[in-house]
């Protein structure tokens, strides 16, 4: 008969030779034993909350909060793009006419037709529309630039995330497989040993005040019903 966790012997009902019946007591563990063992059961409870607790952190908290403000930060800037885009076309449209419309104004000064106050002006009102759109092109390069950086940024860190779940989820199995461990530990030490079968006890492994380790026996019992005993007779007799 063995045991899967540490204990101290605090006393045992039965001795080589006993003749024992299924569920009688065989041993029992010492208090102390028990204390250990639900201190380590506390222990690993507060680090299940720890780690439920960064869990929860990375799902609700500060993470996520970082995480939603870089895609929206992204959506904006997508939508900045998407109206750069949508306004160089008419920029450049309009570009286009103003300054064909200060050629034609600026031939027709020279024919005499117009003063040149009025060639200036649509000379000047077609570089600023020029302006305006170069401006607006090196503008969108720049939007374009930080969106790949920001995207980037949220990628990298949506990543992090994921891993961090990832090692947490882990540790919190393993923790949890500890913790039903430690549980059947507990059970077994929390109660007196009993015998699994009826039979006779053909040796003792443990005295009052052992330590045992994991997987020591403790006793050996025979179950008489199948017990053989082979005897060699001469043929003679």
Do not use: H
Not at 118 to 131: G, Q, R, V
């Amino acid at each position: 008969i063995y045991i899967e966790t540490s204990a101290i012997v605090e006393e045992v009902f039965v001795k080589t030779g006993s003749s024992v019946k299924k569920g009688d007591s065989l041993a029992k563990f010492s208090i102390n034993s028990v204390f250990a063992i639900e201190k380590k059961i506390k222990l690993n409870d507060m680090e299940i909350n720890k780690t439920l607790l960064k869990l929860d952190t990375l799902e609700n908290g500060t993470s996520k909060l970082e995480l939603d403000t870089k895609n929206l930060e992204i959506k904006n800037i997508e939508e900045q793009i998407k109206g750069s885009n949508r306004k160089i076309p008419i920029l450049s449209s309009e570009s286009t006419a103003l300054r064909k419309r200060a050629t034609a104004l600026y031939s027709l000064f020279e024919l005499g037709g117009i003063s040149a106050m009025e060639a200036n002006k649509a000379s000047t009102e077609a570089s600023k529309k020029e302006a305006e759109l170069e401006d607006l092109k090196m503008n969108l390069e720049l939007l374009k630039q930080k969106y790949s950086l920001t995207f980037l940024g949220y990628e990298s860190l949506k990543r992090d995330i994921t891993m961090q779940k990832m090692e947490l989820s882990s540790d919190l199995s393993k923790l949890n497989i500890i913790k039903s461990e430690l549980l059947g530990s507990l059970s077994e030490v929390k109660t007196p040993l009993e015998s699994p079968i009826s039979g006779i006890v053909i040796s003792v492994d443990v005295t009052p005040g052992s330590n045992i380790t994991p997987g020591s026996r403790l006793f050996s019992i025979a179950e008489l019903d199948s017990t053989v005993v082979n005897i060699k007779v001469p043929l003679s007799e």
